[in-house]
């Protein structure tokens, strides 16, 4: 403990100077406008958006995992509920700082949400990921005044889970339905974004509780029998988003030229072996070390599949706009792009620092 506190002061001043540039890159963002970003014609999705899909669907994947005891009655998780929920929250937030900043300005999320477009499923996404973030926010306010099996809170609960469990299949529907890019389209990506947020919620939950037991000796070791059910529940997410993304990659071979032998593919598909083989042994799955590296490699691998997606999708120009370009457009974000991540990237640790700090996360109902 005495580390911890020791440790506590210039972990704030980091995040806090991550939390500052964040707030230099928007002002300049806003003032500058998107070309900041190394986008263009064709490639117009860049590095921010790939963080919110990552953050957005691992936020939906921990509101997942949360609703287990209210809504299925898994009463071991309760011990857990409370972190859930607020990392789910921190998790959004970080979410949002990515797409307000992708988009150039927060008004024009506000602009998307006061103008519904009812065809729409990037106006869905958005709409159901913010009653998620309002209904998780109301489910923890109950929580930390000991409501916890009242019917409004079981209907928090199920209401957060719903949005949730939605707003990532319409995530996935915005990609499924651009016809001209065979990368993105069908409905399989929609059923794969709802995989991987469960399997992100997972490992990023687990990954949480080893580090903060191992850095600050908080996180109490009555949630260890929780962990070690969500560890087995783990090493079968990895086994199931595996066979889904052979899938996808075996499906869009059908009309594009085969990707799964390109280097890139390969290396994803080792990000996602290395940790299901490490949780296929029983030993492993039981040691403390084993249990923060596989999540860890697993959380990296998903935001490199995130990326290979929505990048891959656009680098190979079609319709009058390829006029002039190579066939193969290459990308590498640029600074700014980057300096959005750190962003949110601090905002969320900053936000998981001060509600581990305040919040008794390790409450649990007696």
Same mark, same amino acid.
């Given at each position: 403990?005495?580390?911890? $506190?020791?440790?506590?002061?210039? *972990?704030?001043?980091?995040?806090?100077?991550?939390?500052?540039? /964040?707030?230099? #890159?928007?002002?300049? =963002?806003?003032? $500058? /406008?998107? %070309?900041?970003?190394?986008a263009n014609d064709v490639l117009i999705w860049t @590095?921010?958006?790939? /963080?919110?899909?990552?953050?957005? =669907?691992t936020s939906t994947g921990l509101a997942l995992v949360a609703s287990l005891p209210s809504v299925f009655g898994l009463t071991q998780f309760e011990v857990l509920a409370k972190r859930l929920v607020f990392l789910a929250i921190s998790t959004l937030v970080a979410a949002f700082i990515c797409i307000g900043l992708e988009l150039g300005s927060l008004t024009h999320m506000i602009y998307i949400m006061l103008s519904p477009n009812l065809s729409s499923p990037i106006w869905y996404m958005g709409a159901l990921y913010s009653l998620e973030l309002l209904f998780l926010v109301i489910k923890l306010w109950q929580m930390h005044m000991g409501d916890w099996h009242s019917i409004a809170s079981r209907w928090l609960g199920s209401a957060s889970m719903l949005c949730g469990v939605f707003a990532a299949l319409m995530l996935g529907s915005v990609f499924g339905l651009t016809e001209a890019r065979p990368t993105y389209f069908g409905p399989f990506i929609a059923i794969f974004s709802l995989i991987i947020a469960m399997l992100s919620g997972i490992?990023?939950?687990?990954?949480?509780?080893?580090?903060?037991? *191992?850095? !600050?000796?908080?996180?109490?070791?009555?949630?260890?029998?929780?962990?070690?059910?969500? #560890?087995?529940?783990?090493?079968?997410?990895? /086994? @199931? !988003?595996?066979?889904? %993304?052979?899938? $996808? @990659?075996?499906?869009?071979?059908? %009309?594009?030229?085969?990707?799964?032998?390109?280097?890139?593919?390969?290396?994803?598909?080792l990000f996602l072996l290395i940790p299901y083989a490490m949780m296929l042994s029983k030993r492993l799955r039981q040691m403390a070390w084993a249990k923060t590296v596989a999540p860890a490699i697993t959380l990296v691998g998903i935001f490199a599949v995130h990326m290979q997606i929505l990048i891959g999708g656009q680098i190979r120009p079609v319709g009058p706009k390829a006029e002039g370009l190579p066939q193969v457009l290459s990308y590498f974000p640029s600074i *700014?792009?980057?300096?959005?991540?750190?962003?949110?990237?601090?905002?969320? @640790?900053?936000?998981y620092t001060l509600g581990e700090r305040w919040l008794k996360l390790d409450a649990a109902p007696e």
């Open positions: 403990m005495n580390s911890a $506190k020791k440790l506590f002061v210039p *972990w704030m001043a980091v995040l806090l100077a991550g939390v500052g540039i /964040g707030l230099f #890159t928007a002002i300049v =963002l806003l003032m $500058k /406008g998107h %070309y900041l970003f190394n @590095l921010p958006l790939g /963080g919110y899909v990552f953050f957005a =669907l490992a990023a939950i687990i990954l949480y509780m080893n580090v903060c037991r *191992w850095v !600050s000796g908080a996180c109490s070791k009555q949630a260890d029998a929780a962990v070690n059910s969500l #560890t087995r529940m783990f090493g079968f997410m990895l /086994g @199931l !988003s595996l066979i889904f %993304y052979v899938l $996808k @990659l075996a499906l869009a071979s059908a %009309y594009t030229r085969p990707e799964f032998a390109t280097a890139i593919n390969f290396n994803l598909v *700014w792009e980057i300096l959005v991540i750190v962003a949110a990237v601090s905002t969320m @640790l900053l936000l």
